[in-house]
């Protein structure tokens, strides 16, 4: 049982270039999450889909955009990345609402210069 | 914004004592979670606490919640080396269907 599942690792990228972050999770959640994590700021929610077919905007979605692709498939997309995107970004997901823990992926390790 | 605000910012004990972590948050909530983050891993559920809950155990964890005072804490007793992580708290809204707030962590290293 993998949990949730993140790929790629680590990504370096150079101003303007774009990318997608994957993120699939097998425990049959309805709501997934996206969160950058940045030395000193905690956790920041991006986006998030509380079930498949809705996604919503986070505390800090700008230069971002998501995609729910299915129930499993959650993916985050830089259009044109900045060097401020550097960052951990981490996928999360939950049964459903209130009252449920998240489950994490081990994050993506993203570098832009 | 962050909703919670963990406190101290960082701890360094000796294997053995126990270790207390404070967590302030600032509106109404349904539950608060404990997460811990090993070094360069994802972050892992502790516990949850409900708002009509005042205290919980999970092994080594107890956990506190004060809804009038808005803070809660986490206490790991008998500490060890491998407790050295981040630990973070977070919140549920008391309505809607807002995600979790994370506060800033606490820095905890265990000294064996």
């Known amino acids: 049982n993998a949990g949730v599942t993140q790929t790629p690792k680590f990504q370096v990228l150079k101003t303007g270039q774009s990318m997608t972050l994957q993120c699939a999770q097998d425990?049959?959640?309805?709501?997934m999450y996206w969160y950058r994590q940045d030395p000193g700021m905690g956790l920041r929610l991006i986006y998030y889909?509380?079930?498949?077919?809705?996604?919503d905007k986070g505390e800090v979605p700008n230069g971002y955009n998501v995609s729910r692709l299915n129930k499993r498939e959650f993916s985050l997309r830089l259009e044109s990345a900045a060097p401020s995107q550097t960052s951990v970004y981490f996928c999360?997901?939950?049964?459903?609402?209130?009252?449920?823990?998240?489950?994490f992926g081990n994050g993506t390790r993203l570098t832009v210069t | 914004s962050q909703q919670g605000e963990e406190d101290p910012q960082a701890l360094s004990i000796q294997e053995g004592e126990n270790a207390t972590m404070n967590c302030s948050y600032k509106?109404?909530?349904?539950?608060l979670q404990w997460y811990r983050q090993n070094s360069g891993r994802g972050l892992v559920h502790l516990i949850l606490i409900r708002s009509n809950e005042r205290e919980k155990h999970s092994g080594r964890l107890r956990v506190t919640l004060d809804t009038s005072k808005k803070s809660s804490s986490l206490l790991i007793t008998a500490s060890r080396a491998a407790d050295t992580a981040s630990y973070f708290c977070a919140t549920d809204a008391n309505s809607g269907n807002t995600p979790l707030v994370f506060g800033k962590g606490t820095r905890l290293s265990v000294i064996a």
């Open positions: 509106t109404s909530i349904n539950n």
């Open positions: 889909s509380a079930s498949e077919g809705t996604t």
């Open positions: 425990m049959n959640h309805n709501s």
């Open positions: 999360a997901s939950r049964i459903q609402g209130r009252n449920s823990p998240l489950h």
